[in-house]
């Protein structure tokens, strides 16, 4: 959906036409700005188990996690 907005090639035939364009664009860069700071959430979260820092999820997934290894 962003990128056919980005690809569009409207660049409005009337000054209230810009203004409409200039107000999507105002738009579209919020829609992008939330979605790189969920993209930043998830790196987040998944470096941490990446690092194996399982302290926020419990003991019982940790042990689930670890079964193979060495939690019975």
Avoid at 14 to 36: F, P, T
Avoid at 46 to 69: H, I, P, Q
């Amino acid at each position: 959906m962003i990128q056919s907005r980005l690809m569009s090639e409207d660049y409005g035939k009337h000054l209230m036409g810009v203004d409409d364009l200039l107000q999507k664009h105002g738009l579209l860069e919020s829609d992008i700005h939330v979605l790189g700071e969920r993209v930043k959430t998830v790196n987040i979260q998944a470096n941490k188990f990446v690092e194996g820092d399982f302290s926020e999820v419990g003991g019982t997934v940790l042990c689930w996690m670890r079964a193979r290894t060495h939690c019975q």
